[in-house]
């Protein structure tokens, strides 16, 4: 799954096979809050006299959250505490003297965003 969120739309691209399928998602509620945080935040990091144009979200693996553990014999290992999805945006940035394509990481964003963003994600993959 791809989502492109662009002039207050979000549309979602989807392959099944050989079928690719784009769908229109209505941003309302949570969904709405999310995009809009993203979208503030995104236009926040770009320089003074750009806007964003468009966002293009699509995974970029994981990330995992390690902690350090010691055996009884005293080895030191590594173990996951957490694993999460990665998202990487690709961002337009409009400004009078033309256009740039900026690359964002989730794991750049604000814990707080990242969450919502990975949250909205899930519920936007498990749609029909």
């Known amino acids: 799954m791809k ?12 392959q099944s096979g050989a079928y690719a399928t784009t769908t229109a998602i209505p ?3 949570p969904l709405a809050t999310t995009a809009q945080t ?9 320089v003074e ?9 699509e995974p970029d693996g994981t990330h995992s959250d390690y902690e350090t553990t010691v055996d009884a014999e005293g080895i030191e290992s590594q173990v996951a505490t957490s694993t999460r999805a990665k998202l990487s945006a690709a961002v337009t940035a409009h400004a009078a003297a033309g256009s ?4 964002f990481s989730s794991e750049s964003l604000p814990a707080e965003l990242r969450n919502g963003l990975l949250a909205a994600w899930v519920q936007l993959d498990a749609m029909p």
Do not use: I, P
């Open 27 to 29: 941003l309302d509620g």
């Open 3 to 14: 989502l492109l969120l662009s002039n207050n739309a979000l549309t979602r691209y989807s």
């Open 100 to 103: 740039r394509s900026v690359v």
């Open 38 to 46: 993203l979208l503030a935040w995104l236009q926040a990091q770009l």
């Open 49 to 57: 006299g750009e806007s964003v144009g468009q966002v293009f979200l």
